[in-house]
């Protein structure tokens, strides 16, 4: 199954996209993992993408569209995937086409999780990740055992810098921007499908699932 799971961000798509992948064999691609592994290693490809981060910018999409190709369909692209944060603009997603086409393959669905910006806010201030292994925890509705501790692996939980109040709304324009028109381009293709994500976790995946069974 390829799939790409769309949404502004805290609208759930990591925690929803591990969900998918343990039920249907796929593993989850999400190019902020992969951007943030590349500047906490120090990389040519994080040096040159810290600085967008830090703001709650977007990558250029040259340098996005050149580190998924190779995800993707190089030697080691995985059969079944979910793709968590791409693409994010109109020519990510035409790249992506064209990637596709030239590939001779296809995508089974764009799955759209709709949610308030209100809840969003909420949810996204709430936020801190495990320093170790980017382990995600809500204070609201997803707390750890001990404050500030991993319930994994005991690591140092924190708080983004993406996930202060400023930087959130920022990222919200942008995605209203930059992203949401790709709404009307995957609509476009018929293989959008909208899921009500206002609920708690496992109320938004019993929506995804029943949308995946019946495709
Ligand atoms: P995320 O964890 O998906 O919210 O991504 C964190 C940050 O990484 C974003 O605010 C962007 O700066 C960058 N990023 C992640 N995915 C992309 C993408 N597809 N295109 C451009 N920038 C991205």
Avoid: W
Avoid at 123 to 130: E, F, N, P, Q
Avoid at 148 to 158: K, P, Q, R
Avoid at 203 to 208: F, G, P
């Amino acid at each position: 199954m390829k799939l790409i799971i769309l949404g502004p961000p805290g609208a759930g798509k990591g925690t929803q996209a591990q969900k998918i992948c343990d039920d249907f064999n796929a593993v989850q691609i999400s190019t902020g993992d992969i951007l943030r592994a590349e500047v906490s290693n120090n990389t040519e490809l994080g040096k040159k993408a810290q600085s967008y981060m830090d703001k709650g910018e977007l990558v250029p999409d040259k340098i996005i569209l050149g580190m998924m190709e190779k995800k993707l369909f190089g030697e080691e692209a995985p059969s079944g995937y979910i793709l968590d944060g791409f693409p994010r603009t109109i020519p990510q997603a035409e790249g992506l086409t064209e990637l596709y086409e030239e590939h001779k393959e296809e995508l089974d669905a764009i799955i759209l999780l709709d949610v308030d910006r209100q809840e969003i806010v909420r949810r996204l201030t709430a936020r801190r990740v495990c320093k170790e292994c980017n382990q995600v925890y809500n204070l609201e509705f997803m707390p750890p055992e001990e404050e500030g501790v991993c319930d994994e692996c005991g690591g140092e939980l924190i708080q983004r810098d993406d996930d202060k109040e400023e930087t959130v709304l920022n990222r919200l324009d942008v995605y209203e921007e930059e992203t949401s028109p790709l709404v009307d381009y995957y609509s476009k293709t018929g293989k959008l499908e909208k899921v009500d994500a206002n609920g708690g976790p496992d109320e938004v995946y019993d929506n995804i699932k029943e949308v995946l069974e019946s495709l």
